[in-house]
């Protein structure tokens, strides 16, 4: 999603040629990786097997993640500045997904695979994406005080704090920035499940319900941010 392709649905068997752009050294580098291997699988290297996944986050279970995870800092920075701009109406969505689940999907679907499977490319990711809208809600819930103000109020406190606070700016840049600004710093944009939806075809047909993707709602993000508050990060 991080490209100039304007669908809002993405199937698992697309192939890369329907974008022009893409944007960040990290999403091209993914970009040219998946290249090669399909240019292999054409060539014929049969048991080739393409994995794409969402935004990992932290564990479902002990709610453990990386400090400077993309979702961690975010988090981060909402609990020490406690403020979110007003939306004005707008939603921004952000993809979730556990990382013992993105695990244990890999692991599920890679051991049931050989150079006779029909599918070979497969989503990893939550169904479910998380709304800016109801992470405060979730915020409210748990008592955690966070001050929605106006954009420009919003723009000039993050501008005044302190450097290590700047992800909360950054993670927002959708709304916040103009779009030619917003384009330089798009690889550092959260919110790029934004009115787009994955296609599961080929990863539900091996988990079958097995093993789900653990929704995106209060009682795991109460681990986050618990896992967080024992860290002594807000």
Not at 23 to 37: F, H, M, N, R, T
Not at 85 to 102: H, M, N, Q
Request: glycine share 2%.
């Amino acid at each position: 999603v991080s490209t100039n392709d304007p669908r809002e649905r993405f199937y698992e068997n697309d192939e890369l040629n329907t974008m022009s752009e893409v944007y960040g050294g990290y999403a091209q580098s993914k970009w040219v990786s998946e290249k090669l291997l399909m240019n292999a699988k054409q060539s014929g290297m049969d048991s080739i097997f393409i994995y794409r996944f969402g935004l990992i986050t932290g564990d479902s279970k002990t709610g453990y993640s990386k400090r400077d995870d993309f979702f961690s800092e975010f988090l981060q920075s909402i609990l020490n500045l406690k403020i979110l701009p007003d939306l004005e109406g707008k939603e921004l969505s952000v993809d979730v997904t556990a990382l013992d689940y993105a695990a244990n999907a890999c692991i599920t679907i890679s051991s049931q695979l050989n150079h006779t499977s029909k599918n070979s490319i497969f989503h990893i990711a939550n169904p479910k994406s998380l709304k800016l809208s109801e992470l405060i809600s979730i915020f409210t819930q748990l008592q955690l005080s966070i001050s929605q103000v106006p954009k420009q109020q919003f723009i000039d406190f993050c501008k005044s704090s302190e450097l290590e606070n700047s992800y909360l700016y950054l993670s927002l840049s959708r709304f916040i920035l103009e779009n030619r600004a917003f384009t330089l710093i798009r690889p550092l944009d959260l919110f790029q499940a934004t009115s787009v939806q994955f296609d599961f075809t080929n990863t539900n047909q091996i988990l079958n319900s097995k093993i789900e993707c653990p929704k995106p709602d209060i009682s795991l993000l109460q681990k986050y941010i618990q896992f967080l508050e024992s860290q002594e990060l807000f």
